[in-house]
């Protein structure tokens, strides 16, 4: 399906120059002369290559869909993360490198989405929102007030992320995987 450049919204996965490639930020971006264009950062989802580029709206781009299959978490085995197929049992070995920064959130049994390009994974989706255990928080500064602070904190997979002053070590959480940001205390 052909998008106009400046259609292009992080997340997307495009063909550009005979790859494959998944959009990491985009910029709309008016100059004072000339046309408007949108600055793209893109990861080629095949050797890990980065790049950007700038589209302008007259130029169109081929978005891919992927397929899709959910996964479950099994173990880590060295560097290698360790899944299953949620219809065949079949089970399937991917480096971490595939998640990145995400891979501190897997939890055991947790339910992924594989994003595949010709039978091939490229890509591994957590849930947007997990659950996590405080188990270390700085102690509250005499003063600070709920609405315009935030202390460190550390999670049970050893993410550090702010926390709103009240939330105490041994406090369940829901943390954002992405953004690696507090969202709520946890019911």
Do not use: C
Request: proline share 4%.
């Amino acid at each position: 399906m052909k998008i106009s450049g400046v259609d292009i919204r992080p997340g997307n996965i495009l063909e550009y120059e005979g790859g494959i490639w998944k959009v990491a930020k985009t910029q709309h971006t008016q100059p004072g002369k000339g046309g408007a264009y949108m600055q793209v950062e893109m990861k080629n989802l095949i050797d890990g290559r980065k790049t950007n580029v700038r589209f302008r709206s007259a130029d169109t781009v081929e978005k891919v869909r992927l397929d899709t299959k959910d996964f479950q978490y099994l173990y880590a085995d060295g560097d290698m993360l360790v899944f299953m197929d949620t219809d065949t049992f079949d089970q399937i070995n991917l480096e971490a490198d595939l998640i990145g920064d995400a891979a501190a959130f897997l939890q055991d049994g947790m339910t992924v989405t594989l994003e595949m390009y010709d039978e091939k994974p490229i890509s591994v989706q957590l849930p947007e929102q997990v659950e996590a255990e405080i188990v270390e928080a700085d102690a509250v500064v005499k003063g600070q007030t709920a609405s315009s602070s935030y202390k460190p904190a550390v999670l049970d997979n050893g993410v550090r992320v702010m926390v709103p002053p009240h939330i105490e070590s041994g406090t369940r959480i829901v943390v954002d995987v992405y953004e690696r940001s507090y969202v709520r205390k946890a019911d």
